[in-house]
């Protein structure tokens, strides 16, 4: 059984920066190799919204944002982990933030991705 578990996240000023984890276990590498990965976000009171997704390789890598550029999503398959490193946080960033797998780069990237972490709550405050 594939098991998602973020880390990472924690209290920030406005400003400063966060890297976000999310270790995959019940796959070994190759098989994490086969799914995308993507990180998602659920501000209080709305819904929950993608972030970033990451393809099999980590050569593709879709931003909710991408005119921004405050967020970067990388992986490293040999340790069977996801990254997502933001910087310049604002409080607008203050989220639930959620990691998911699916095996279709499509899909990751949507409420119907295979597999879920719990979350790990990120806050922006001054």
């Known amino acids: 059984q594939v098991q998602l578990v973020e880390s990472g996240g924690g209290t920030v000023q406005p400003g400063g920066s966060l890297r976000l984890s999310c270790a995959a276990s019940?796959?070994?590498?190759?098989?994490?190799?086969?799914?995308?990965m993507g990180w998602f976000r659920q501000p209080p009171g709305k819904e929950r919204e993608i972030v970033a997704a990451?393809?099999?390789?980590?050569?593709?890598?879709q931003y909710r944002d991408p005119s921004k550029g405050r967020f970067t999503i990388s992986r490293d398959n040999a340790k069977n982990t996801v990254y997502l490193q933001m910087n310049s946080l604002e409080p607008e960033d203050t989220a639930v933030y959620y990691c998911?797998?699916?095996?279709?780069?499509?899909?990751?990237?949507?409420?119907?991705?295979?597999?879920w972490g719990q979350g790990t709550q990120v806050t922006v405050s001054s």
């Open positions: 998911a797998a699916d095996s279709s780069f499509v899909v990751v990237r949507t409420a119907a991705a295979a597999y």
């Open positions: 019940g796959l070994d590498f190759i098989d994490f190799s086969n799914y995308c």
């Open positions: 990451i393809d099999w390789s980590g050569d593709g890598r």
